[in-house]
């Protein structure tokens, strides 16, 4: 079992920046890719950035440079710098790891981003 802790999060302006952090715990080994993914209302959740174990990343069409995906592996942490947000990247954010092991996925509580004016 993986625990997932998030922080983060909360309201900005738009044009403004947020930064998203995620420390797991628990039964981690092996190959695995820990990332950010969100749900906005009434859409499905979609991924946003991920950070596999050998340094590879992969964001969203949708990021265009806006957020920056880092991983702490000693930490088992992963972090989101987002920028340059838009009312649209309103969401609810969840961290996610994925045993490549097994498949496994487990995810955070969910941390809310809304961005407005």
């Known amino acids: 079992q993986v625990h997932l802790e998030e922080s983060g999060g909360g309201l900005v302006q738009p044009g403004g920046s947020l930064s998203l952090s995620c420390a797991a715990s628990?039964?981690?080994?092996?190959?695995?890719?820990m990332g950010w993914y969100r749900q906005a209302p009434g859409k499905e959740r979609e991924l946003v950035a991920v950070?596999?174990?050998?340094?590879?990343?992969k964001y969203a069409d949708f990021v265009r440079g806006r957020f920056t995906i880092s991983r702490v592996s000693a930490e088992n942490a992963v972090y989101l710098k987002m920028d340059s947000l838009t009312p649209e990247d309103t969401a609810v954010y969840y961290c996610?790891?994925?045993?490549?092991?097994?498949?496994?996925?487990?995810w955070g509580q969910g941390t809310q981003v809304t961005v407005s004016s």
């Open positions: 996610n790891f994925r045993s490549l092991v097994n498949q496994f996925d487990y």
């Open positions: 950070f596999f174990d050998t340094g590879v990343k």
């Open positions: 628990g039964s981690i080994f092996g190959r695995n890719v």
